[in-house]
């Protein structure tokens, strides 16, 4: 009987999870909610994250082999230095602090399709990607992705490969981030040279080709997209090292808006993921545990990257320049009992700034605040009013809320009832996505959805309030002590130094009261049970999600 199970079953080293033993074939069915306008990132950015990415590969990548104590998996943010190993670069040394030398693997084929027909991937395809990107060589502008404060910010000195299988990249000065950045930046896709020179892009689906796991077979616009399995991919299973990736012949992605037609695909068995691959996660607690009780064969992860519930405020605007007004607002919400009533008690309220807890040293957790500061995020109704008649508001005032329309809105409309009961009356607005991103970029907005306490990389969530060119946060903020200690912590060259400056911008967040703090909440990611392998893992590198595809499997007897 031993056996039998070891010859049927597997146990996952990373989890203790018991699974049957992998096999090879099968289709996938998964569902996103929208597709983007291009397959090049150099032309449009949010495709690559949908589709590229299975496709196109990075020099690095997340270690799916890392034990789940000790990195989540979740979200879809950069990966630390230390959780990385190599994709199309196997191995890499830093020779000085200006110089880094990455190998490039051997025997890596582009896909066997024209013109790229099957070739040997080379250290001057990636050197010709890079260059492409940032704008450099002959190429007269850098791609969209590419803005300040991260990739496209660091001080490149040169790119160079220096022979068929060593690219190597120097820097005008030491930068702590770079590492990570160049194996697993967003955009840091290689793509085709052949492709480029003859097309000048990639803007049509067909002309896609790459080294990774799947090739693009099919895009119907807006309704559905196709990958095949690539036969001659290099990679084998960090986890099972005997077997070759991937495991499913195809993968079926298809393009669903309503969050009830998913439900019913999962209901139904015709989906067979719905996740953070693909923005289709469950936001809604209350349909997470309808669906468990109507279909409680459908495996749920729970997982938590940010607050998605915080709200920032346009200090730029009267009342909200005053200090004591951005006070009141939290001081009027009972975020204990929003919690318990709205997320059932799965939230977590405890306080804190950008920085999320899971990176202790870049933040100052809420127990070790100031009693004063503690105050002003706990509720306190009388105490809100009183601050608001100190600021020359005793009978309230006027405002609106822009809402993002990814999340329900019923959160902004629990916070304004609140704020009601200390005289703020919110009209609250869901503006088209385009629209949104608009207004908050030229902030025009007075409250709008925010996020904080973010479980990733602390320097690249420091943008947020950065006032020079940054990641478009949008943010309404310019404060020249916060400017001035996000400059000197991207170009620190030490961690420790770096940790102490994102700790001074975290908590001149937290003092200045720049956003409203409202509890993290649980999303869900959603499989059917024949899908093995699968642990609610949502990333495999920065942006990467659809990554993880290429490690699961499907047991066909239980489909």
């Keep these: 009987a031993g056996q039998v199970w070891a010859a049927k079953y597997v146990t996952d080293p990373t989890t203790g999870k018991v699974y049957s033993a992998p096999e090879w074939g099968g289709t996938l069915t998964f569902a996103v909610k929208s597709l983007g306008k291009a397959v090049d990132p150099y032309v449009f950015i949010g495709a690559h994250a949908i589709v590229s990415q299975l496709v196109n590969e990075k020099l690095g990548m997340l270690d799916w082999a890392l034990d789940r104590d000790l990195y989540p998996f979740s979200g879809g943010y950069l990966t630390p230095d230390w959780a990385l190993r190599g994709g199309l670069a196997e191995s890499w040394e830093q020779l000085d602090p200006l110089t880094y030398v990455f190998n490039i693997r051997k025997g890596v084929q582009w896909h066997n399709k024209a013109p790229m027909n099957g070739r040997e991937l080379t250290a001057k395809d990636v050197e010709y990607s890079f260059q492409r990107y940032l704008g450099r060589w002959d190429f007269a502008d850098a791609g969209p992705g590419v803005y300040v404060g991260d990739f496209g910010a660091l001080p490149w000195e040169s790119i160079q490969a220096t022979d068929k299988y060593t690219l190597e990249v120097k820097l005008k000065e030491p930068n702590l981030r770079a590492l990570g950045l160049i194996l697993d930046w967003y955009h840091a896709l290689v793509f085709p040279p052949e492709v480029i020179e003859e097309y000048g892009d990639i803007s049509d689906w067909r002309n896609l080709v790459g080294t990774g796991p799947y090739e693009l077979t099919d895009w119907v616009e807006g309704s559905s997209f196709e990958f095949t ?45 719905v996740g953070h691959a693909g923005s289709t996660q469950l936001f809604e607690v209350n349909q997470a545990l309808s669906l468990q009780r109507t279909n409680p064969e459908l495996r749920l992860y729970p997982w938590s990257q940010r607050s998605d519930n915080s709200a920032g405020i346009n200090i730029t605007k009267p009342p909200f320049d005053d200090i004591r007004v951005r006070h009141a607002l939290q001081m009027a919400l009972d975020l204990e009992t929003m919690n318990d009533s709205y997320f059932k008690g799965l939230g977590d309220t405890i306080p804190r700034g950008i920085v999320g807890r899971k990176f202790p040293e870049f933040m100052t957790p809420f127990e070790e605040w100031s009693e004063e500061l503690k105050g002003y995020y706990t509720y306190d109704p009388e105490g809100a009013k009183k601050l608001l008649a100190e600021a020359g508001y005793p009978n309230g005032f006027k405002t609106s809320y822009m809402h993002f329309d990814r999340y329900s809105v019923s959160w902004p409309e629990f916070m304004a009832a609140y704020w009601r009961e200390i005289g703020i009356e919110v009209d609250i607005e869901t503006p088209a996505r385009a629209e949104f991103t608009a207004k908050k970029n030229a902030r025009d907005w007075e409250l709008v959805s925010a996020s904080s306490g973010i479980e990733a990389d602390p320097m690249w969530q420091m943008t947020i309030f950065y006032s020079g060119k940054s990641s478009a946060q949008g943010s309404a903020v310019v404060d020249a002590q916060y400017d001035a200690a996000y400059e000197a912590a991207f170009a620190a060259t030490a961690l420790e130094e770096q940790r102490r400056l994102i700790r001074q911008m975290d908590m001149r967040a937290i003092e200045q009261h720049w956003f409203i703090w409202g509890p993290t909440a649980p999303q869900f990611n959603v499989v059917q049970p024949w899908v093995m392998g699968y642990d609610g893992e949502g990333i495999l590198g920065g942006g990467t999600n659809l990554t993880i595809f290429k490690y699961l499997w499907i047991d066909t007897a239980m489909k």
């Design 229 to 273: 399995k690539n036969p001659n991919y290099w990679a084998y299973d960090e986890k099972y090292p005997e077997n070759r990736l991937p495991y499913i012949d195809k993968l079926e992605g298809l393009v669903i808006k309503e969050v009830a037609t998913r439900l019913a695909g999962l209901r139904s068995g015709k989906i067979d993921y």
